[in-house]
């Protein structure tokens, strides 16, 4: 029998089983721990770790930013942007964002990990979450046992998604380090959820608001 979904069950819970909304907090509390947990021990080295570099570049352009200069280098600076000289080879937005963390807690590498740790553990798991569900057209709201027991296990894979979003070893890493990956792959998944919606709304004949055509913009 299908899971009654207006049921007082529903509405109030099952006595020592959480509801999938819950699941999917624990899920992106956990994936913010983990990623605290990387930034505290690249610490406030720009260079940790040593291999991703292109955090000297926006570790320098956000200081860069915050002191007048725009988006430039004092000096010569890779692939071929000569000193004192406006660029376009480093990503604006992700610039903006490190001058901004360092204007409240001063130019500290470490402030930026942690911030991005917090906004990259509740984004990705919830951007994963939201597009796998999208592609499945569910709506869960059943507790965990009446998704198990009684509908089809298609309904669990937007958790799981969110699952392996917050602990894939690259995802984790990248979201502790000053580098644009995390934001971007938010972006990509919002973008893919938005347009299946579009075309969702345009197969069923139904108008397509403003908002939604700018948020996909």
């Keep these: 029998m299908p899971y009654d979904t207006s049921s007082t069950q529903i509405r109030d819970g099952v006595r020592g089983t959480a509801r999938p909304n819950e699941w999917l907090i624990v899920t992106m509390v956990l994936a913010?721990?983990?990623?605290?947990?990387v930034a505290l021990y690249l610490g406030n080295t720009v260079d940790a770790p040593p291999l991703l570099t292109d955090q000297r570049s926006y570790h320098?352009?956000?200081?860069?930013?915050?002191?007048?200069?725009?988006?430039?280098?004092?000096?010569?600076?890779?692939?071929?942007?000569?000193?004192?000289?406006?660029?376009?080879?480093?990503?604006f937005l992700y610039s903006l964002f490190v001058a901004a963390v360092y204007g409240v807690f001063g130019t500290h590498p470490l402030a930026v990990r942690l911030v991005q740790a917090v906004l990259g553990g509740a984004l990705l798991p919830w951007a994963a979450y939201r597009l796998t569900r999208r592609v499945f057209e569910i709506g869960p709201k059943a507790p965990l046992a009446a998704l198990w027991s009684d509908?089809?296990?298609?309904?669990?894979?937007?958790?799981?998604?969110?699952?392996?979003?917050?602990?894939?070893?690259?995802?984790?890493?990248?979201a502790a380090t000053l580098m644009t990956e995390t934001f971007y792959i938010v972006a990509v998944l919002c973008s893919l959820e938005?347009?299946?919606?579009?075309?969702?709304?345009l197969q069923q004949g139904r108008a397509l608001p403003l908002s939604t055509g700018v948020a996909l913009g």
């Excluded at 969110?162 to 990248?174: D, E, P, S, T, W």
């Design 32 to 37: 913010i721990l983990l990623r605290i947990g």
């Design 60 to 91: 320098a352009l956000g200081g860069r930013l915050l002191s007048g200069y725009g988006f430039s280098f004092d000096r010569a600076w890779y692939p071929f942007t000569p000193a004192e000289t406006p660029t376009a080879h480093w990503s």
């Design 151 to 174: 509908t089809s296990i298609t309904e669990l894979a937007p958790y799981a998604a969110a699952a392996i979003a917050a602990v894939y070893g690259y995802f984790v890493l990248y």
């Design 194 to 201: 938005i347009g299946l919606g579009i075309v969702a709304r």
